[in-house]
């Protein structure tokens, strides 16, 4: 089954204890990109990565790193969590020439720092 | 201003109405419009997409584009309880590779 995965789906963190947060997709998909989702703020871009060794920061990268060692994972890197990253993230991909915008996201990670 | 400006609703409708959902953009450049489906507590999903003026029919979805007035729809004939979600607008500008997401509609089919 064609899907991308998250982990962990919740997570409940203190500030400034490091975490990473895993994607993996199995689509062969050049692109993938992670979002953050905040209530009134709608999906809003972090990072996103046009192949393996490409990235480059979206609308709001502060406070994150990724890294794409690998075609199929790109992990979410939070170095030293503050309260303001609480928030529900996605990751996506999609084959990297597309216009159809159609973006496969994984089903979420509900991350919140006390 | 938002680049995508949308009604957080909730927008209620019976089941079998007409639900029309509605999005203005501020960037006059953009070229790609997308409608996504989020049920509670899952990740979005696309339905829709459209590039050129006018509607786009698929099922009981109808996209619809006005790029001189800056506003892109999505009308749902046959309303049902199961279309019950948020729905989100997103759009992509020349050169972009991002999609720029409006905060979305939620929508209540009462049956």
């Known amino acids: 089954e064609a899907q991308v995965t998250q982990n962990p789906r919740y997570l409940i963190t203190v500030t400034g204890k490091k975490l990473t947060v895993t994607c993996s997709q199995n689509m062969n998909h050049e692109y993938m990109s992670w979002y953050r989702q905040d209530p009134g703020l709608g999906l809003r871009q972090i990072y996103y990565s046009m192949n393996v060794e490409v990235t480059d920061k979206g609308d709001v990268p502060e406070g994150y790193k990724v890294s794409r060692k690998e075609k199929r994972n790109f992990p979410l890197i939070l170095e030293s969590p503050s309260p303001n990253q609480t928030s529900l993230y996605f990751c996506?991909?999609?084959?990297?020439?597309?216009?159809?915008?159609?973006?496969?996201f994984g089903e979420g990670s509900r991350l919140t720092v006390l | 201003q938002k680049e995508v400006e949308q009604n957080s609703g909730p927008l209620s409708v019976p089941e079998g109405a007409i639900a029309s959902l509605n999005c203005t953009y501020s960037d006059r450049v953009s070229q790609s419009f997308f409608w996504y489906r989020q049920y509670s507590g899952k990740s979005p999903e696309l339905i829709m997409s459209i590039y050129s003026n006018g509607d786009k029919e698929d099922g009981r979805f109808t996209a619809q584009l006005n790029k001189a007035s800056q506003y892109v729809s999505l009308l749902i004939r046959d309303s049902q309880p199961s279309d019950s979600a948020t729905y989100l607008c997103a759009l992509r500008g020349p050169g972009r590779r991002a999609l720029t997401f409006g905060s979305g509609t939620r929508l209540q089919v009462q049956p």
């Open positions: 996506a991909s999609r084959i990297a020439g597309s216009n159809t915008g159609e973006l496969f």
